[in-house]
């Protein structure tokens, strides 16, 4: 997680903000300017700045080389779409200023004829963003300004691979014409000259591909391209502010809860060259590992070459270090070796980096003849695995306090590692190898198409998105896919960076796999795996393996525990797990669970053994049959719990009495009623309408919850008995009593819960009388009606405890069934009206106004009232937060989401 510093920006913003919205746009300072040590803006204005503006002026203030620069406010992008895609007034003169400042400092003129000043612009939104608009490089250049900088530089065919750079980005960019030409021109004049790599190509190679660029321009675009270097800034500066809304960071925006109001701010900053010959470069790093966390520098570079080059996956990077590098089995130099003394400027500027930022940083750099020049640093992206290393690790090392490492990870981040990596004895059989681009293992179908891709997900197939590079437009594709495989690109490929942001394991550069999409397959050493053919992608080790191998459960000691310990040290809100059948209590207890906060009883019920004795249970049409029917369970149903209670010994269960509409246990076929028939000797063409008797017509509304209780007393009674017998089986045995929590569901009145509380009492009096042992236990409900929730007052004098049940309360305020919702709920999330998915994130003003009612009217009249949920939303971080801030006492949830409940129950507990 990355910690949010906008509340650190002072009034002066805000007032801003105030005269920004009443529209004297032109008083305000839109531009702020960074170079040469000093800087109008710093990291605390992320919000204003961008991330990528805010860091360049931070960096400037601490004194690392950044090539100078300006920044246009984020307000600038929301003024420009207030005022109808027009710029605030008085921006081009703050622009005008700024840019004469780079000038200034560089000592060359923007658009000069002898001695041309070349800029990046560059987009830069709070959050990094990789759908926004593609940064354009050595922008100024024209065909004047090229015989100048060839001259100057000394160095024509720099000149002109900077210049053929230029026109290829921005037409693609900013004119928006397909990029494919200029790679298809780039290409067979290649292949006509016999090339094999861009560096090979010569000044005048590179100066005819500039006017072949330029006719294919003409063609495709119907005017020249532009030669005014003041066009070429503005159409550039445009291009990124209409790129905030354009889909592939509408898409990305959507997926990471990002804002539209946020804006998008632009940088321009003086170019320097990586491309300058054999003694520059360019890279991208992170301080430490971004897959495993471990505390070595990692990254990429390439000599001679620009920008993008690294990640493009055009020539393949090489490492920065010589351990990487051999680790890598990889030949060549890394920079360590090829450059040494660039190699110890970057190893100081990590070491400032990181004392600064007391985080992971992810930093770009260009090397120019010799220098270091620092273009971006950034908190860097990790897996979860690596998040945990490093918070725990920055914790020893004294960056950071424990508190601050709690609320570094991403609770839902933890998901990563709770769940299966292939099992160290499975069988691989290998179809590629590749790098380790993101970690963890999956199975899946194998397909070609992002769009494909996502229809297969939604079918609910698990697929493998195998491609052989990814882009920004892939990403919805990439996020259906359970794992990606690309068979290019690095360790710091577009698609490696977003699959460990996404969570899905990744197997990047498998050079040996060959996509051929129209025919279906791809093939890799001598085999063809056709589309939909099942595949195993172990992220961890770069590996890709034909069929579903076989997986394991993870390990969940070390960084994982520790962080665990500190979390569970500061949070307030106890954690429960939802769980009935032993595996499941079994993990919940071992994911850290205090306890069972509901055990729901008709799981039990459903059981192969019992299915028969149930169904003649319900079917009986006599007390006397249910009640010899119920005979027949309630041996098996007491071992349930003593399963459970020994599990969980010392623990609070809340175990809740049967609650679902009979309707669901009625058989279904003539099978099953000759099933029910054969077993219990009845008639069948009996059992046969007592079904149609049964059969209800709203059955969520219907006859169930309490009201079998109060209609059908023995199924209660049964249940209670059970729970009793099994807790004192267990007190006995081990000396520690449970706690049961027995709860009854749907309650709408008191007098309900009091009817039915009464024979809870009633039997338990009679259980405890009969063995002589007398054990604690609690009876209390779930509050899921509204009608609950308003009558809490009456209902807690009956209460131990009230568990929200919120799947069903949210169903029954807001009156939409969540089984239906799907084909509405998409519709109501993208318009606004539903902020979130309320089955998912609990509805925190309607249903969280009800829990809110119920806790005041409840403690009311029962000051020892219990508080807990065990709705889905138990196990939902920004639910959780809700249940801290309302007082709640626990959270419940599935056993897998118990660690992310705990992490998230602490930081709830740390920011309130
Ligand atoms: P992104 O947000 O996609 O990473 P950037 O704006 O960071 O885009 O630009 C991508 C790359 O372009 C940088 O990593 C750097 O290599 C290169 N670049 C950007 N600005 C400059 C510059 N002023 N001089 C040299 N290279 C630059
Ligand atoms: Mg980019
Ligand atoms: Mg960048």
Redesign the pocket.
Known sequence: MILDLSCLEGPKHTAQLNTFMSGTYGMNKLVYSFGAGQADGDASLKNLLGG?GANLAEMNKIGLPV?P?FTITTEVCTAFYALGQKYPEGLADQVRVALAQIEQSVGRGFGDEANPLL??V???ARA???G?M??V?NLGLNDVTVEGLATQSGNRRFAFDSYRRFIQMYSHVVLELDHHMFEDILESYKEVHDFTIDTDLEAGDWEAIVRAYQDGVVAAYGKPFPQDVNDQLWGAIGAVFRSWKNDRAHFYRKMHDIPESWGTAV?V??????NMGETSA???AFTRNPSTGERLFYGEYLINA???D??AGIRTPKSITKVQRESMGEGGLSLQEALPDVFNQLVEVYGQLEGHYRDMQDI???VERGKL?M??TRNGKRTAKAALKIAVDMVDEGLITQDEAIMRVDPMALDQLLHPTIAPGAVRDLIASGLPASPGAAVGEVVFDPDEAELMAKAGKSVILVREETSPEDIHGMHASRAIVTSRGGMTSHAAVVARGMGRPCVSGAGDIRIDEAAGHFKARGRVIRKGELISVDGSKGEVLFGAVEMEQPELSGDFAALMVWADQVRRLKVRANAETPLDVRTAREFGAEGIGLCRTEHMFFDANRIAAVREMILSETTQGRVSALAKILPMQRQDFVEIFTIMVGLPCTIRLLDPPLHEFLPHSLEDVEAVAAATGLDKAKLLERAKELHEVNPMLGHRGCRLGITFPEIYDMQARAIFEAAIQVAKASGQAPVPEIMIPLIATEKELQILKDRVDAIGREVMAKVGVTIAYQVGTMIELPRAALKADEIARQADFFSFGTNDLTQTTLGISRDDSSRFMGAYVEQGIFEKDPFVTLDQSGVGDLIKIARDRGQATNPNLKLGICGEHGGDPASIHFCEKSGLDYVSCSPYRVPIARLAAAQAALSS
């Open positions: 990528k090539p620069g800029v990046s560059r987009s830069g990094s963003m990789p926004m593609d940064t490089l940088n900053q003086a170019m320097v060259f990586g360019t890279g991208v620009q920008g993008e690294v990640v770009e750099f260009t020049w273009l971006q």
